[in-house]
């Protein structure tokens, strides 16, 4: 694709705290109308909650969501990009991976998320680019 993870991530993001309650992050994920929340203790990114790690770990258990933490269910094991990777290598560790977002790290600290959803739209726009592009170039016949 020739562009960066920089160009297609979306920056600031919503993050969860590890001892605040999963019905507290929950009720973000409602709010805000996302599937997954990273969580984050003091600074670094430590792990990335999901609504299948709620489900799983929570409702099907019967837990109260508001007595435990998030720190106490969320998935430690992460899988991250940093905002200069290549984003045909970006989406070939989701690929890879099964994960459809991927949280974007300088250091440990996270600067971005990355969704599958962000890198097709920017297939898309370099497609449209390419099209322009192409009906842009002289003719090589001369026009009447």
């Known amino acids: 694709m020739g562009k960066n993870v920089r160009d297609a991530m979306t ?10 309650s999963v ?3 929950a009720q973000t ?7 997954s929340l990273p969580v984050v203790s003091d600074g670094q990114l430590v792990g990335m909650l ?4 709620i489900v799983l770990r929570v409702v099907a258990e019967r837990v109260d969501p508001d007595s435990i933490n998030v720190g106490d269910i969320v998935s430690g094991d992460l899988v991250t990009v ?4 290549d984003l045909d290598e970006a989406l070939a560790l989701m690929a890879r991976h099964q994960v459809r977002r991927l949280p974007v790290v300088e250091g440990s600290e996270l600067v971005g998320i990355l969704a599958q959803a962000d ?10 680019g ?11 016949t001369e026009r009447a």
């Open 82 to 85: 940093e905002p200069d990777q």
């Open 130 to 140: 390419e099209m322009l592009e192409e009906v842009s170039q002289p003719s090589s």
């Open 29 to 35: 994920m409602k709010s805000e109308h996302i599937g």
């Open 50 to 53: 999901t609504d299948r790690d």
């Open 23 to 25: 019905a507290d992050a």
């Open 11 to 20: 920056p600031g993001v919503t993050s969860a705290n590890p001892s605040q």
């Open 119 to 128: 890198v097709a739209v920017e297939a898309r726009e370099k497609k449209a």
